[in-house]
């Protein structure tokens, strides 16, 4: 009698849901390593032929990339991104950076082009700021886009031609990259590195195809052939999966599936709780293109838009018509809804800018946001100049981070004040009336909420930095993670009081924290009176899912209750016990 031999045990890989789904596919391995170039120096007499050559490699490579945007015109939100990389591509700073190593260090414009892209990416990759830090990826793609831009001298980029349903593993993919596989049958990304904001994950998101980020050291445990399972849902990737792993993954896909048909039925209905209750749902915006994003997920505007990446590694500000192009292509995309333009929360070790600010012993409560603001006026003025000059192509408000007194917000509004005016006199076109309003992240905002609810537009509740200076805990460290709670019933406490003062006076309030995407979360919110939120655009389609599926008189009832409770355990144990079980597909991501 033969004895069948044991089967080889699944292997689990863990990673980063970048992009909801299930997905069974036969793996491809793309890309492996970078473009190579001559490390070639040169003399003297040859360096203005070799910045020439730069110039001509970097036009060459923005050609292609908006020749690849323009075949991608039904798909919007792609094409964006693509765009937004042909303006990297032409980034002054790497053109600086380029030029140095060309005129100084002798480089030939290939070595050139490599050496200034690499010590670029290593600064920003270096940054604590999860977002920041992802941006080092998208320097080392122009870097190897521009090399290959020079022809002969670097291999071309792999090209895919797939047989059938295909799970593509890779370092990293480029927004050109994914866009290049879009007419062939790949179902899944894994990718080494990469959070939720890269653009891998943006990219599948907008193409609805699943992914997983951030996998460590996948190239070394996945192989060309292996038969793998994407699990966007989880965040990991099943490796020789068995039937039954199999059978598990096809019926969580389906449902997964099911539960998408469904919301994507009723992305633009109004959002509202079972009960007639309205509330407004609007983005979180990060890039220019996610704007597109947001409206394709039935954002009624954009609730939060940061302008910090404008400043990151540059050696000069961005200028005023920079600014001013980026902020109305985002307004002109969203209008008639409105859109919240957040001045730069820049400061402390958090950026490298070009705004130079001195070390600091503990940047987090240095010289940051809207007080890097006010010790540069001529900088600020710049970029509310910008800001104000968008409002003549869309309903546009200004909001100010990290307030923590009145006599900040006063300064500010004279400098609007001043902007508009500047504005209006070199006979530019703007709105009459530019809302200016503030976050509620330092806990002394929180504390003297009436005084501000008097005497801003609005207010936003920001919940990330809030449940940090209030609970004392930094919220990038993993080992203080399970203190950073926004259940605290101390961060209960103050947003419930700021909403009583907006309502007092007649001051709208919204919430553009995390806090705001969590399904049970939300639910909890508009118990308290919130009934303006701001969030990741994905969110969208499943919190207004999650109001449909409560009253108003329940979600009060529950949040009476969990105000009374003394730990955030004991918080959310109580709202989970009330809206759990009816919540149960959302926030598994399941029918």
């Known amino acids: 009698m033969s004895v069948e031999p044991p089967s080889k045990a699944t292997e689990v890989l863990r990673g980063i849901a970048g992009s909801p789904g299930v997905a069974i596919g036969k793996v491809v391995v793309f890309g492996q390593s970078r473009a190579h170039c001559p490390r070639r120096t040169i003399g003297p007499g040859e360096i203005d032929a070799e910045v020439a050559r730069f110039e001509e490699a970097v036009a060459r490579a923005q050609r292609d990339l908006r020749e690849m945007s323009q075949r991608l015109t039904e798909r919007s939100a792609e094409a964006s991104i693509l765009e937004a990389y042909v303006l990297m591509t032409g980034d002054p700073v790497l053109a600086e950076a380029v030029r140095h190593q060309i005129q100084k260090e002798k480089r030939a414009a290939e070595w050139a082009v490599a050496e200034a892209s690499d010590v670029i990416a290593k600064r920003l990759a270096a940054l604590d700021d999860p977002y920041l830090s992802e941006r080092s990826h998208d320097v080392l793609f ?141 983005a979180n915006v990060e890039l220019p293109a996610e704007a597109i994003l947001a409206r394709d997920h039935g954002a009624e505007g954009i609730g939060l838009y940061r302008t910090e990446f404008l400043y990151i590694d540059r050696s000069l500000p961005p200028t005023e018509d920079q600014q001013f192009e980026i902020f109305r292509a985002v307004v002109e995309t969203m209008r008639p809804m409105p859109v919240t333009l957040r001045t730069f929360d820049i400061g402390g070790d958090k950026f490298i800018s070009s705004l130079k600010l001195p070390p600091e012993m503990n940047p987090m409560l240095g010289l940051r946001a809207v007080r890097l603001a006010l010790s540069q006026p001529e900088v600020f003025l710049e970029h509310l100049r910008a800001m104000v000059r968008a409002s003549a192509y869309g309903e546009v408000k200004i909001m100010i981070p990290m307030i923590a007194s009145l006599s900040e917000l006063r300064q500010v509004r004279v400098l609007l004040e001043q902007a508009i005016e500047q504005v209006k006199a070199r006979g530019l076109p703007c709105a009459d009336e530019i809302p200016l309003g503030i976050m509620v992240e ?150």
């Open 142 to 282: 122009i870097g190897d886009r521009i090399l290959r831009a020079f022809g002969t001298s670097v291999p071309e980029q792999q090209n895919l031609r797939l047989d059938g349903p295909s799970i593509v593993v890779a370092h990293d993919l480029s927004p050109a990259d994914t866009a290049a596989m879009i007419n062939q049958p790949v179902v899944g990304f894994v990718t080494e590195v990469g959070t939720r904001t890269s653009h891998t994950a943006i990219m599948a998101r907008a193409l609805e195809i699943p992914a997983v980020v951030g996998v460590t050291d996948a190239l070394k445990r996945i192989s060309g052939g292996d038969l793998v399972v994407v699990d966007g849902l989880r965040g990991s990737v099943l490796v020789g999966p068995q039937p039954r792993e199999l059978d598990e993954a096809r019926a969580r896909g389906e449902r997964h599936t099911a539960l998408s048909r469904e919301l994507s039925v009723s992305r633009d209905r109004e959002a509202t709780t079972q009960d007639g209750v309205r509330v407004t749902l609007r």
């Open 442 to 591: 330092v806990p002394a905002a929180a504390v003297l909420v009436d005084l501000f609810a008097q005497e801003a537009s609005f207010m936003s509740l920001g919940t990330n930095d809030l449940v940090q200076y209030t609970l004392a805990v930094d919220r990038t460290s993993r080992s203080l993670a399970y203190l950073a709670s926004s259940f605290d019933p101390a961060i209960l406490r103050l947003i419930r009081s700021v909403v009583r003062a907006g309502e007092g006076w007649s001051c709208p309030v919204s919430i553009c924290g995390a806090m705001a995407s969590d399904p049970l979360a939300a639910v909890l919110l508009v118990g308290l009176g919130m009934r303006d939120f701001s969030m990741e655009a994905a969110a969208i389609p499943e919190i207004k899912e999650a109001l449909r599926r409560v009253t108003l008189v329940e979600a009060e009832a529950v949040a009476r209750e969990a105000l009374r409770f003394g730990t955030s355990d004991e918080v959310e144990h109580c709202v989970a016990e009330a809206f759990a079980p009816r919540l149960y597909d959302l926030l598994t991501g399941e029918r």
